[in-house]
């Protein structure tokens, strides 16, 4: 973060070099590292930006490489199936109510519900992440199949985890993953409590809630110990800290839902002239910050789009 920090600094002075006037606002837009890149910002250099926005932040990352290496533990060398996911009418890797997926009953097609023995490993992998009886990781929410979904209950441990601390997990499916302890040269880690100061600040955090969303419960977690710590209930959060949900958005954008909030250039065509729809802030993500701080309209809602084929270039398919 001392590298960020330091080039916020410098790239002021650019600034004021090439304009011959000095700026006046500054904002970051970031996901999953440059997420929790934002939330650090926050923390430890609160006067870099006067606005800032954070998508899908890896806040607890060591905790995430022990949750994400712990599926294989649970699983084993077997695949996650796909039953259920036409029980709502559509297949289309959605499935509506996870409620609808129930227990086989006798002579029922295994396609359509669950096994017995499915159902515990199920349970184990919706379950909180414990460590030594303490929270680590909140719960893996069931609702989209999505790539991480793919890697995390692949019958192989967590890619990541593995390059973290590859380790040998043969016949270790009775332990637990625990890299909490280890101190990261890149304090990567972001879930410190956050300084008074951040009321100077606005950020807003828009994590998806796809299945993948090992970031979209931490970021709830994150926002629960904002209001803890400084003792604000979520209606007084509002005045300096939005919190907005994109169901069905991938891991910073793609996915199923209509991901497209102006989070970044490859999503909006790469058209950002101005006076270029994708900058209006009603569904750019961004420039609802800028107009928030800079003219005091508070961002209640931003509008989603949904392209034809996951194509922004292409057709508009709903919002």
């Not at 006037?21 to 890149?37: A, N, R, Y």
């Not at 609160?46 to 607890?60: Q, S």
């Not at 712990?70 to 890797?93: H, K, Q, R, Y």
């Amino acid at each position: 973060m001392q590298n960020v920090h330091t080039n916020v600094i410098v790239g002021k002075e650019v600034t004021h070099a090439f304009f011959s006037v000095p700026h006046t606002k500054s904002f970051w837009l970031g996901c999953s590292t440059g997420g929790c890149q934002g939330l650090k910002s926050v923390q430890d250099f609160p006067e870099d930006f006067d606005g800032i926005v954070t998508g899908a932040p890896v806040a607890d990352w060591n905790h995430l490489m022990d949750w994400s290496g712990n599926f294989f533990l649970i699983t084993g060398p077997s695949s996650a199936p796909t039953m259920c996911d036409g029980i709502d009418g559509v297949t289309d890797e959605i499935i509506e109510d996870p409620n609808l997926c129930l227990i086989c009953r006798p002579g029922q097609d295994n396609t359509t519900c669950i096994t017995t023995t499915q159902a515990e490993t199920i349970k184990k992998v919706f379950s909180p992440f414990f460590i030594d009886g303490k929270l680590a990781f909140p719960c893996y929410q069931p609702r989209f199949v999505s790539i991480t979904s793919a890697l995390l209950i692949s019958g192989a441990v967590f890619p990541f985890t593995a390059r973290e601390l590859p380790p040998d997990l043969s016949g270790r499916t009775g332990s637990i993953l625990s890299f909490s302890t280890i101190p990261t040269s890149t304090s990567i880690h972001s879930m410190n409590p956050p300084l008074p100061s951040l009321n100077n600040l606005i950020p807003s955090t828009y994590p998806h809630s796809k299945e993948t969303s090992e970031l979209s419960k931490t970021v709830m977690h994150y926002y629960n110990i904002v209001s803890d710590t400084m003792n604000l209930h979520p209606s007084q959060l509002d005045d300096f800290y939005h919190f907005f949900h994109v169901s069905g958005m991938g891991h910073c954008s793609g996915g199923n839902g209509a991901w497209e909030i102006g989070q970044m250039l490859p999503g909006m065509a790469n058209t950002v002239t101005l006076g270029s729809p994708s900058l209006d802030p009603e569904k750019n993500v961004l420039m609802a910050m800028v107009q928030w701080v800079e003219e005091g309209i508070t961002p209640d809602t931003v509008l989603g789009t949904k392209f034809v084929n996951n194509n922004p270039a292409g057709d508009i398919a709903g919002s």
